[in-house]
């Protein structure tokens, strides 16, 4: 990780008051994806853990509401964002982060198709 801890904090708070709805840190594990959440106490900290159990900041997620629809979406940080799969991992992150804000109530369930 090239982008300091605290830089990408400032980025988050950054982020969040532009997109008010909902922003986070994505932070990638072999198997999951966890988030470092804008409304959390101590971001710094529970970056820090994320990264201490292994997890690799890989880039921000948003969301906004208009009316009833809220869309999503992802942004790769700098140094992940010419990785091969970057944009797989993206929208794997928009659907973990969409089903975090269906549970939260700030987002329907998505329609069975």
Known sequence: M?????????????LAACFPTAAA??????????????AEQDKLARLKGLIDAGGEPIGFVFAQRDGRHVEINAMA???????????HDLQTIIEYFRALLVEDGK???PVAQ
């Open 25 to 38: 840190l994505a932070v990638q594990f072999p198997e999951y994806v966890d988030f470092v959440r804008r």
């Open 2 to 14: 090239s982008t300091p801890e605290p830089t990408l904090i400032e980025r988050l708070e950054a």
């Open 77 to 87: 940080l700098p140094e992940t964002e010419n990785e091969p799969g970057i944009e």
């Open 107 to 109: 987002c329907a369930a």
